[in-house]
């Protein structure tokens, strides 16, 4: 069932912070395997364009207070960005994320942190650190594969600077676990290795229990031994 549109929820978040060919979608349907939690799959990236329109209007709302309605930036005196980030939230979780009655950890998984997607660490963790604002409390699980074996697996055969992508890519997830809890607080963020919850599921569950999502032990390991039975993941 539906979350009723315009019902009061208090609601906890987590976010899968990867690349392509690490293993995310073994570790979404863990994550759906727990009691309370709805993990949405990838969304090509469309967090970054709120980020950018909230920023835009956090600039002219910082430097323009214009009320007259001759002046070029006529308007921006009325500008409420507390309200304005309420209703981009609400909108992401009634159109997008789509909670159902049950859900009380609402999220959704993203590939697309690679160096061709941002220009520079900095630029990749002030969008980080805006999901953070966007979603209150937000769990961040970074989740990294040695870049040889992901750049062996899917498209990225393709790709010639597959190894130098994928290797500043996992440098820059891993240093942002380290950010964002300096930034706010500790045990917000937790980076896991492909190559170790693959061999041992016990990784995974113990990576969820410190980021305080609830428990369900034998149902992680059951979902990860259905995906990692077959196909690129195996």
């Known amino acids: 069932m539906r979350l009723r549109r ?8 987590v976010t899968v912070v990867t690349y392509g060919r690490t293993g995310s979608t073994a570790i979404q349907a863990s994550l759906n395997a727990l009691p309370g939690v709805l993990v949405r799959g990838e969304n090509y990236g469309a967090m970054r364009g709120l980020g950018t329109y909230l920023q835009s209007i956090a600039e002219v709302a910082d430097r323009h207070h214009a009320r007259r309605p001759t002046h070029p930036w006529y308007g921006s005196a009325n500008l409420d960005l507390t309200g304005l980030l309420a209703d981009v939230r609400r909108h992401v979780l009634e159109q997008v994320l789509r909670p159902t009655a049950d859900t009380h950890w609402i999220g959704f998984k993203e590939v697309r942190y690679e160096t061709g997607h941002f220009a520079n660490y900095d630029e990749l963790l002030q969008h980080l650190i ?25 498209w990225w055969p393709k790709n010639p600077d597959a190894i130098e992508v994928l290797t500043t890519t996992r440098a820059w997830l891993l240093e942002s676990v380290t950010d964002l809890n300096a930034f706010f607080g500790t045990h917000r963020a937790i980076g896991v290795a492909y190559e170790r919850w693959a061999a041992d599921p016990q990784v995974l569950i113990d990576a969820y229990a410190g980021l305080g999502l609830p428990r369900a032990d034998d149902a992680v390991r059951a979902a990860l031994a259905e995906r990692l039975a077959h196909g690129p993941h195996q």
Do not use: C, I, Q, T
């Open 6 to 13: 315009g019902a009061p929820r208090e609601l906890s978040y």
């Open 130 to 154: 805006f999901l953070g604002h966007l979603f209150p409390g937000l769990r961040y699980l970074m989740n990294v594969r040695a870049p040889a074996d992901a750049a062996s697996s899917g």
